[in-house]
């Protein structure tokens, strides 16, 4: 290609002509097939009309040269820090104004089209990288719709809704009383919704099916059931947590030694606004006496859900019985959540906002059963399925609508870290293998395998800062830094009937050894909190002992190791001895 046709070349001079739409839409993409091209970034940044974006693109060409100075004079610029070019002097993105070295930045971006592929790179990466290119460029287009905030100077998406302050619950809500006469209030199992009630969801539904371009086999039906008996309908749906994942949680210090997981099974059941879908039945049960916007926008997420279950059944069949410590599961959950909360807010913002106010919708309650010997915990992880699962289909759909959407149902997120990091799910990053040690060789006779599975990124965050005791959670920026670059993990816990004493081994690998480093430093402090103080003599000094247990804590470049044991050398020593390659 000659350099007057080159796509760096024509959107200088679409520039120059004033044609900054077209210019705009030339650099989007090139930077589709070229995401590290500095001056494509530096480009863009001035067609773009949000300062911040425009920040934003200058940060991502620096990132891809750092030594790129005329991107750096000119982020400073808008930063306020240097002074602007004076008016005789107009800032104009030709040629002229890129830096003249290395050579290939300015001279060979006029000979070519694209650089040259390095050796090796298979076509599935090169897809890959292109994905993610998308799913940038769609970040900064959502960044100046408002959507997201807090790019960050490195270039990395923008922080996922969860990684809002975790700890800030929602307060829990109300329904604003409805007029006399829109719906029945005999008391009973179930309450028979008026007619002009029916004729509404099913112009709901139908208008959902049509957002999202998927629906629902056959009619969904809705049931009206009374605050009373909320409890019972819910039951039947949920599996009911087993005595076994509530030890799990206590012996993580997840859950008080009184708590149970009755309510959170419910909890994630019930939408956030009160609705509940009920695979079993085709049906959406609305949790009040009246129905109102909230109860109708909880329909329109059940409507999202059952249409899922209808295209996608083998995708969402078995996430009706997701184990805690599944991570996997509870990433998948957090897709179909996501998916049909996000449908339900683009119908809000189309057809819906002909009828409904959205300011008027009550705020989002992940405690509609409450449970005073529960922690935070259940809450949190609720809302994760709900909010991140629709933030990380929120960016799915900037990137390519529901068709991309679409494509996830065929390549599933298989972790957490996929739903709190989505350049991770583009990029298919896959947890790593880890081959743990089993403390029952450890442990001796009378202890009973409780359970296995895996924190993954997001219990490993409530682990560190959500602990069913308050004193020792983390802060939370801490627990989110120790967290990332999660690799992999594996999580046994045993259990002794005698006298219902705890033990696990929690075994993590992370990303590379500065992660390790970052994560031993995080569940170091955690322990020191909850067992007291610094660790003493016994395990070579990796040991916090206190009321009968003993904490033991390894790491080795990438790979952390907790240990909760009796307080017994014989044992400590024999389970310390399953890790001969940590020094």
């Known amino acids: 290609m000659s350099a007057q046709h080159s796509p760096l070349k024509k959107s200088a001079e679409l520039i120059r002509a004033g044609r900054l739409d077209d210019a705009r839409n030339q650099l989007v993409g090139l930077l589709r097939l070229e995401p590290n091209n500095a001056q494509a970034w530096y480009l863009l940044s001035f067609v773009l009309d949000d300062p911040q974006r425009k920040q934003y693109a200058l940060q991502q060409a620096l990132k891809a040269q750092p030594d790129f100075e005329r991107a750096q004079e000119r982020l400073q610029q808008l930063r306020g820090e240097l002074p602007a070019a004076p008016p005789s002097q107009p800032i104009t993105p030709a040629f002229s104004d890129m830096p003249a070295a290395p050579p290939w930045e300015a001279e060979q971006a006029l000979r070519v089209e694209e650089p040259p592929l390095p050796a090796r790179r298979s076509p599935l990466r090169t897809i890959l990288l292109a994905l993610l290119a998308v799913v940038v460029v769609a970040a900064l287009w959502l960044l100046g719709q408002g959507w997201l905030s807090g790019l960050g100077s490195g270039g990395a998406l923008p922080p996922t809704l969860t990684n809002a302050p975790f700890r800030t619950l929602p307060a829990v809500w109300t329904a604003t009383p409805q007029p006399a006469g829109t719906a029945t209030t005999t008391p009973a199992s179930q309450l028979t919704l008026p007619a002009d009630g029916q004729a509404l969801l099913q112009t709901i539904a139908d208008q959902v099916a049509s957002v999202r371009g998927l629906a629902p086999s056959r009619a969904v039906p809705a049931l009206l059931v009374p605050t009373a008996a909320a409890a019972d309908a819910v039951a039947s749906l949920a599996p009911g947590g087993p005595a076994a994942e509530a030890r799990m949680l206590q012996a993580l210090g ?322 310390l001895a399953l890790y001969p390659h940590i020094p």
């Open 254 to 575: 997840l859950l008080p030694a009184d708590g149970n997981l009755a309510a959170y099974y419910r909890n994630r059941q019930v939408d956030a606004y009160a609705g509940a879908y009920q695979a079993s039945a085709h049906r959406v049960l609305l949790l009040g006496e009246q129905l109102n916007n909230g109860l109708s926008y909880a329909y329109a997420r059940g409507v999202g859900r059952a249409a899922l279950a209808d295209q996608f059944p083998e995708v969402y069949a078995p996430l009706q019985n997701c184990a805690i410590f599944d991570d996997g599961c509870r990433a998948r959950l957090a897709l179909v959540q996501g998916d049909a909360n996000w449908a339900a807010a683009e119908w809000l913002r189309g057809p819906g906002a002909a009828a409904f106010d959205a300011s008027s919708l009550p705020q989002p309650n992940y405690t509609y059963f409450t449970d005073p010997a529960s922690a935070d915990v259940a809450v949190l992880d609720t809302r994760f399925a709900a909010e991140t699962g629709q933030s990380f289909v929120q960016t799915l759909f900037a990137a390519g609508g529901w068709e991309q959407v679409n494509s996830a149902y065929r390549n599933l997120p298989s972790t957490t870290e996929h739903i709190l990091h989505p350049e991770k799910y583009v990029a298919n990053e896959a947890a790593l293998n880890l081959q743990p040690a089993d403390l029952a060789d450890a442990l001796g006779a009378g202890w009973q395998l409780q359970g296995r599975g895996q924190l993954g990124e997001w219990l490993t965050r409530l682990l560190l800062a959500a602990g069913a005791d308050a004193d020792t959670r983390l802060p939370e920026e801490s627990a989110v830094t120790a967290a990332a670059g999660w690799g992999g993990d594996e999580l046994q816990v045993y259990w002794r009937s005698s006298d219902g004493q705890l033990a696990l081994a929690q075994h993590w690998l992370m990303d590379d050894a500065a992660n390790g480093q970052e994560l031993h430093a995080g569940v170091q402090q955690y322990l020191s909190q909850r067992f007291g103080g610094a660790p003493g003599e016994l395990g070579r000094g990796r040991c916090w002992q206190a009321g009968g247990q003993a904490a033991c804590l390894l790491a080795n470049a990438a790979e952390v190791v907790w240990l909760l044991l009796p307080d017994d050398p014989a044992v400590i020593n024999a389970a």
